[in-house]
């Protein structure tokens, strides 16, 4: 029966997290489940018996928080079973394997107190204080590890549920997004620390319990209060953009698994596309930028530039792109090898007359979706195609590219500094900047990529000054998975405090401030097109940007550290009970000894 309560335990808190995350009734998540959604997950560990208990609590709150979140990866055609099936599958197995290390310092206390029956004294490992931090700690890490990597899924996260509590979510400047996880577990693990207390309140260790308590509370107060005076200042901060950066993005909410030609798509987006430059040209602008979301040209470059020089056949792109008179980045395929069918998913530079400049290729892709393992052999490739019906996957991109864009500057557009000892030189360079047209650095972060920071970071540290991210999440169906993606793409804004636009097929188009904040967008599922002057602010260097996740890595290797600590913890204490199983043996030796000769001594006096 008390199984039966912990396994209910762990499905109720995955419940509640998943809920909390943006959903059809949430849309942009209710964080106010987060602050209670660990709480039954944390009292679980207080009364499990043995690690394979551990283990399916593990499992089963892992598993039920991502069937609840992700559910809609079953919409993803003929690639359900591994999209939503072995993702789930595989994040819950995480989860089970991080519920051992969760009944870890339980079942160190149960060995010393069996060792300390009399004893009221505890060891620091077994206090309130130290459960409450190592369980923020190692979920924290959880998070951490499901996330990153080939296989990682950074949805289904504690960070995807907050979009509502912007002053919190600025603390991811310094932290990354698993600074709001640490948070939001502390307040669970201290609130289901003081429920144990009115439990237990007659326990005999119970004063200790509620010292240690009040102590991690008291330390969880203090730190708020420079999160939220962080948080305030950063929402309220009134940024001044150094340049301008006139953009049209289009969201065309075409289907995606159509196997037909692009023609319709890319007619339906050039009308988008010129409607909104008649709207910016009666207001006396011209626009300096044109987006088009992921996959929008099914032919790939660069075989097929002639190809779009010809189609549509009334009207084609690249004569389109020469009357807009603008940059275009449009979402399609590069050949990187194509002797070994190795392709590319794309974003394409063309010129303002209509040139095929440059692509990017998407470094981190879907696993099983648009990466898959060991395809590139034939035997492989072939079981794949005709068992499964995946013909091949994309190939990763291998380097990070640039787009510099010419752009307009505000009053507030300093010319960079020129570092140079020779005078002369240096007066030569800076007339040479002032002459050179003024550009913006941007990087095209493509679909999945924007949820990692592995490919966002470097992108930053290399000077990108705008993230423009291209995606279709149109296969999914549902409003939740578009703004589950748009709230984890939103982080990269606030940790490197640069302007992100995201142009999608049907949703969710944006543009968002370095603070996170909307400041322009498009509704779901609808054809449509929208039209901003991105601004573009001072490039500065942030916490998080130069020492990137720095968070997770602490708490591994303090957990490690605690790791050595039990294992020479339990040596000793094994040592002790075979030293006490000795002398318990000893003297039971030597008592029927001396029963022996008492018996003898007293048969001879008779």
């Known amino acids: 029966m008390e199984l039966i309560l ?19 009734l949430h849309l942009f998540g209710a964080p106010v489940y987060t602050l209670i959604a660990f709480i039954p997950y944390y009292l679980t560990f207080n009364h499990i018996k043995n690690y394979r208990q551990a283990f399916l609590c593990g499992f089963l709150q892992a598993l039920t928080t991502h069937l609840i979140s992700s559910y809609w990866l079953a919409n993803f055609k003929d690639f359900a079973a591994l999209t939503l099936g072995a993702s789930a599958f595989g994040t819950a197995c995480i989860g089970g394997i991080f519920g051992l290390y969760f009944y870890l310092p339980y079942a160190e206390a149960k060995i010393h107190n069996h ?52 002053h919190i979510r600025q603390v991811a400047s310094i932290t990354g997004t698993y600074g709001i996880t640490f948070i939001i577990l502390l307040i669970n693990a201290i609130a289901g620390e003081f429920y144990l207390h009115y439990l237990e309140r007659n326990h005999k260790n119970d004063d200790n319990r509620l010292f240690y308590t009040s102590l991690t509370g008291i330390f969880f107060l203090a730190l708020m209060i420079p999160v939220f005076i962080h948080g305030i200042y950063q929402t309220s901060k009134n940024r001044k953009p150094e340049k301008l950066l006139t953009t049209i993005f289009v969201q065309q909410n075409s289907d995606p698994w159509l196997e037909t030609s692009d023609t319709d798509s890319i007619l339906k987006s050039q009308d988008l596309t010129q409607n909104q430059k008649i709207l910016l040209n009666q207001e006396g602008k011209e626009p300096d930028l044109v987006v088009w979301s992921e996959g929008c040209l099914r032919y790939p470059f660069p075989d097929s530039q002639g190809y779009y020089s010809i189609i549509p056949t009334n009207n084609s792109l690249a ?12 979402g ?36 099983f979706a648009e990466a898959i393992p060991f395809h590139e052999y034939p035997a492989i490739n072939s079981f794949l195609s005709k068992k499964i019906g995946i013909s091949a996957g994309w190939t990763p991109g291998d380097q990070y590219v640039y787009f510099d864009i010419p752009c307009k500057t505000t009053k507030d557009y300093k010319l960079p500094a020129v570092k140079n000892i020779d005078l002369r030189q240096t007066l030569r360079e800076q007339e040479i900047l002032e002459n050179m047209p003024v550009t913006v650095r941007i990087s095209a ?25 291209i995606t279709d999440d149109s296969w999914s169906l549902t409003k939740s998975s578009e703004l589950q993606h748009f709230v984890i ?87 002790i009970a075979s030293e006490r199983k000795n002398k318990k043996h000893k003297k039971n030796k030597s008592g029927k000894k001396d029963g022996k000769k008492t018996k003898k001594n007293s048969k001879i006096k008779k």
């Open 6 to 24: 912990q396994v209910f335990y762990s499905i109720f808190s995955g419940a509640l997290l998943g809920i909390a995350i943006p959903n059809e």
């Open 115 to 166: 060792l300390n029956e009399n004893s009221l004294i505890l060891d620091f490992n077994h206090t309130s204080s130290f459960k409450i931090l190592y369980f923020a700690s190692l979920y924290t890490i959880y998070e951490w590890v499901k996330s990153s990597g080939f296989l990682g899924y950074p949805w289904g996260t504690v960070s995807s549920a907050m979009y509502k509590w912007s």
């Open 319 to 330: 004569d389109f792109i020469r009357r807009i008179n603008a940059p275009f980045i449009i």
């Open 332 to 367: 399609g395929s590069y050949i990187k090898d194509r002797d070994l069918q190795k392709f590319n998913n794309a974003a394409l530079l063309f010129d303002e007359n209509g040139k095929f400049r440059g692509y990017y290729g998407k470094n981190h892709l879907v696993p």
């Open 445 to 469: 972060p493509i679909c999945f990529d924007d949820a990692f920071t592995d490919v966002i970071r470097p992108m930053f540290l290399n000077g990108a000054e705008l993230f423009v991210n």
């Open 489 to 575: 793409a939103s982080y990269r804004a606030i940790e490197y405090r640069t302007t992100l636009l995201r142009s999608t097929n049907a949703g969710y188009s944006v543009v968002v401030d370095p603070s996170g904040a909307i400041i322009k967008d498009l509704p779901l599922f609808e054809a449509t097109a929208g039209s901003f002057d991105i601004p573009i602010y001072q490039h500065k260097m942030t916490t998080y940007a130069r020492f990137g996740n720095w968070l997770p890595y602490s708490l591994v290797i303090l957990f490690i550290l605690y790791c050595i600590y039990s294992v020479i913890s339990f040596e000793k204490t094994d040592y």
